[in-house]
């Protein structure tokens, strides 16, 4: 075994569909080719959000298709100390602060100033805050640009203060942002490679300025092109995507290689499952992935 290890990350709100197979099969089978570990965490933290039993689901699909995890999953659900630890640190070194501010204003003045939507223009960064009252947690993001390579996708480089600004890492109804989840789990399990979609491609650099504040090591990434509906939008459970036959896994699993350029020959459509593995573990080559 080597140290690599990779993970497969679902957020449970709702059925494991073609875009969330396609990242299950390519950090696993890179991780396997690599001869490490796979590790799948359910990130139920955004508890408005996840679906009762689609936990559940997702596992037995998984396992269904054949997908073999090492160790316990873990349910970010359970962690909420850490996060909180994580953020009490970041309190400590002073690169978080209070904010009371309000969606639906922000947007406004935005708007007015023609600023990026999302940009928070950095009221409470000064402000003092009553923390009895309702607040957010921010994290501060530096003026200069960060910069992490991407296996398939290359460098990438974004200046946090212009596109985002100073970012929520817990929110005003206390639940903790997925991006100090994520950063926080990671490097709680040790994960080193992370193969995921490449919706969260602009995710990354903020999570990026996290671990280099909280002092955890960067992981590699790679983030695989996203699969689309036919009008060009990513497949999720908001755009309805179809839930997968499970009562033809080969099949799935081939539509999945197919989307992740592998050339997979026709015949292994109606092959048996262990075919349809034995002939991934032979031809896997994450390169084809690149855009
Ligand atoms: N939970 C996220 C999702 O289902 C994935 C997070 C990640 O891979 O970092 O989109």
Not at 148 to 163: H, I, K, P, R, V
Not at 173 to 193: E, G, I, P, R, W
Not at 275 to 282: A, F, N, R
Request: charged share 25%; glycine share 4%; hydrophobic share 35%.
């Amino acid at each position: 075994m080597s140290d690599y290890c990779g993970r497969f990350a679902p957020s449970p709100t709702g059925d494991l569909h073609l875009g969330s197979l396609v990242a299950a099969l390519a950090s696993y089978a890179e991780a396997k080719k690599q001869q490490g570990r796979w590790l799948l965490r359910i990130e139920d933290i955004d508890m408005p959000r996840t679906e009762a039993g689609a936990d559940q689901r997702i596992i037995d699909a998984l396992a269904q298709f054949g997908f073999v995890w090492d160790g316990d999953i873990r349910y970010q659900s359970q962690h909420i100390s850490e996060y909180q630890a994580a953020l009490e640190q970041l309190k400590q070194q002073d690169r978080v602060y209070p904010c009371a501010c309000k969606r639906k204003p922000l947007r406004r003045y935005n708007e007015a100033k023609q600023l990026p939507l999302g940009l928070y223009p950095g009221f409470c960064r000064h402000a003092r805050i009553d923390t009895d009252k309702p607040h957010s947690w921010r994290i501060k993001v530096p003026q200069i640009p960060l910069t992490f390579q991407d296996s398939l996708c290359g460098a990438q480089t974004e200046n946090l203060s212009q596109s985002c600004g100073d970012f929520i890492l817990k929110r005003t109804d206390k639940l903790f942002s997925y991006q100090l989840a994520v950063v926080v789990d990671d490097a709680a399990q040790a994960v080193t490679d992370i193969i995921r979609g490449q919706d969260l491609l602009d995710s990354t650099n903020r999570q990026q300025h996290i671990q280099q504040c909280l002092e955890i090591p960067e992981p590699r990434y790679a983030h695989i092109p996203l699969v689309k509906d036919n009008r060009g939008r990513k497949l999720s459970k908001q755009n309805h995507a179809p839930a997968l036959d499970l009562t033809k896994p080969t099949l799935c699993l081939w539509q999945a290689l197919d989307y992740l350029r592998q050339s997979p020959p026709e015949s292994l459509k109606t092959a048996s499952l262990d075919t349809i593995w034995q002939w991934l573990w032979q031809h896997w080559d994450i390169n084809k992935c690149k855009t």
